[in-house]
């Protein structure tokens, strides 16, 4: 089945304590990019990544980093997450040729930073 | 900056109705304009996509409608059920994978 999934879903941490987010694709796809979703704004992006080994920040990259290794993964990394990154996180991948904007979500990441 | 206006925010109608959601965009660059579909716990779909080339597109009860000149789109949902209850994102996109989305629209369709 084709897929994007991430891990965990749910996740409770404290601030300062570092931490990562998986996320994969099944689908061959060569962009991938990390949003987030809060109330009332709706779905900002985070990061991307066009292949293997670029990656480019997005709308709200403050306080998030991402590596793309291997072109079925693309991790999020909270290196000293804060409160304010308390949110739903979403990974997304997308294809290339006549749908190449289509995009594929994962089933999404809720952190709670305490 | 926002570059996709959406509204409204919520919306309520009554089974049967049809609920119209509308996007602006500013970048005329965008050419790739998507409806993504998020229920509760869920990570948000396509539901149905259009390029500018066309004005309208219908895909079952859900049809977009795009005015190039204005910069809008919007998105008809025919007949509407109380399983389309969900969040509405509209989305523009260009050639580089990239997508701007709205702030979404909460529908309820009671029953």
């Known amino acids: 089945e084709a897929q994007v999934t991430q891990n965990p879903r749910y996740l409770i941490t404290v601030t300062g304590k570092k931490l990562t987010v998986t996320c994969s694709q099944n689908?061959?796809?060569?962009?991938m990019s990390w949003y987030r979703q809060d109330p009332g704004l709706g779905l900002r992006q985070i990061y991307y990544?066009?292949?293997?080994?670029?990656?480019d920040k997005g709308d709200v990259p403050e306080g998030y980093k991402v590596s793309r290794k291997e072109k079925r993964n693309f991790p999020l990394i909270l290196e000293s997450p804060s409160p304010n990154q308390t949110s739903l996180y979403f990974c997304?991948?997308?294809?290339?040729?006549?749908?190449?904007?289509?995009?594929?979500f994962g089933p999404g990441t809720r952190l709670t930073v305490l | 900056q926002q570059q996709v206006k959406q509204s409204p925010q919520s919306l309520i109608v009554q089974k049967g109705g049809i609920p119209i959601i509308n996007c602006a965009y500013e970048?005329?660059?965008?050419?790739?304009f998507p409806w993504y579909q998020q229920f509760p716990g869920k990570g948000p779909a396509l539901l149905i996509a259009?390029?500018?080339?066309?004005s309208e597109k219908k895909e079952g009860r859900f049809t977009i409608s795009f005015n190039k000149s204005a910069k809008q789109f919007s998105l008809h949902i025919m007949d509407s059920q109380p399983g389309d209850s969900a969040t509405y994102f509209c989305?523009?996109?260009?050639?580089?994978?990239?997508?701007?989305f709205g702030k979404g629209t909460l529908l309820t369709v009671n029953p």
């Open positions: 997304a991948s997308g294809g290339t040729g006549s749908s190449y904007n289509e995009q594929f």
């Open positions: 689908m061959n796809h060569e962009y």
């Open positions: 990544s066009m292949n293997v080994e670029v990656t």
């Open positions: 970048n005329t660059a965008f050419d790739y």
């Open positions: 259009i390029r500018p080339d066309v």
């Open positions: 989305a523009s996109g260009g050639s580089n994978y990239k997508l701007t």
